[in-house]
């Protein structure tokens, strides 16, 4: 049982730069969550989606996209990397909203240079 | 101002102590409320629901105040294991959906010998 696997772990690009984060998750969980967390701010939320072919704006969406067009994925893409989306990106799937545990996988350091 | 905001810390305890973390929400409508814990360059993990009528896990008891919309967890008889940073979390009901998990930026606990 796998759980929630990123990909990629780790990922250097410059400004300008396009790239996808893939967030796969084997639990069947409705809810799926993307979060970046950065020094001193703790995590924020980009998007989330509340089951398959939906997606919902977080605290921070711009600058971002996402897909989630099976239930396992949820993409989350960068179409014009600025230096300021340089962070770590954590992936996260929930079963029921009640319950609260989040299923994180390991973080994506992303560097955008 | 932020939707969920926590004690700033960092708390320096020793081994033994007692130590309380509080956390404050600005939706009055939010439905639940949970505690993670993150370790150093890991991803959070749940450490506790929180209830209406306050619960308790071993050493860490929380509490909910719906009026005074604020949330605390205590921490009795703090060991070495406990150092972490804690992390506070509201599902916050937002354009009818409950999927709206927010994180505080977190309270930062190292306790010593």
């Known amino acids: 049982n796998a759980g929630v696997t990123q990909t990629p772990k780790f990922r250097v690009l410059k400004t300008g730069q396009s790239m996808t984060l893939l967030c796969a998750q084997d639990?069947?969980?409705?809810?799926m969550y993307w979060y970046r967390q950065d020094p001193g701010m703790g995590l924020r939320l980009i998007h989330y989606?509340?089951?398959?072919?939906?997606?919902a704006k977080g605290e921070v969406p711009d600058g971002y996209n996402v897909s989630r067009l099976k239930k396992q994925n949820f993409l989350l893409g960068l179409e014009s990397a600025a230096p300021s989306q340089t962070s770590v990106y954590f992936c996260?799937?929930?079963?029921?909203?009640?319950?609260?545990?989040?299923?994180f996988g390991e973080g994506s350091r992303l560097t955008v240079l | 101002r932020k939707e969920v905001e926590q004690d700033p810390g960092p708390f320096n305890v020793p081994e033994g102590a007692t130590v309380a973390f509080n956390c404050t929400y600005s939706?009055?409508?939010?439905?639940?409320f949970f505690w993670y814990r993150q370790d150093c360059r890991k991803e959070p993990k749940l450490l506790m629901s929180?209830?209406?009528s306050g619960n308790e896990d071993g050493r860490f008891t929380a509490q909910l105040n719906r009026a005074s919309q604020y949330i605390s967890l205590l921490i009795r008889d703090s060991k070495l294991s406990d150092s972490a940073t804690y992390l506070c979390?509201?599902?916050?009901?937002?354009?009818?959906?409950?999927?709206?998990?927010?994180f505080g930026k977190g309270t930062k606990l190292s306790v010593k010998p």
């Open positions: 996260a799937s929930l079963r029921q909203t009640n319950t609260g545990e989040l299923f």
């Open positions: 639990m069947n969980h409705e809810y």
């Open positions: 939706n009055s409508a939010s439905q639940s």
């Open positions: 989606s509340v089951g398959e072919g939906t997606t």
């Open positions: 929180v209830y209406s």
């Open positions: 979390v509201v599902n916050i009901l937002y354009g009818g959906s409950q999927g709206n998990l927010i």
